[in-house]
């Protein structure tokens, strides 16, 4: 049946799913439960204090700034591509 997971440990799991940055199921898979399992959990402490707002400003900041700089390294990649192999003189 159930593993008995500790209501400490339910909560952790919930803070670090919303302030971590990875996805749901890359945490659910480090601490060994099922991607169901953490998403109960998450729901249920959803209205409760386990993580703060500040902490989830953060963790939306964070998140905001990863997406920015994906995009710019892709970018980036793109204009590298464009622009064709350089002389060993112009490197």
Do not use: Y
């Amino acid at each position: 049946m159930g593993t008995g997971r500790t209501d400490e440990f339910r909560a952790d799991a919930v803070r670090i799913a919303l302030t971590s940055g990875l996805t749901r199921r890359q945490v659910a898979s480090d601490l060994g439960v099922g991607l169901s399992t953490l998403n109960k959990w998450v729901t249920a402490h959803r209205d409760t204090d386990v993580v703060s707002d500040k902490e989830l400003d953060l963790a939306r900041e964070n998140e905001r700034l990863r997406r920015e700089n994906r995009i710019l390294r892709e970018e980036r990649e793109v204009l590298k591509n464009r622009s064709g192999p350089q002389p060993a003189c112009a490197r």
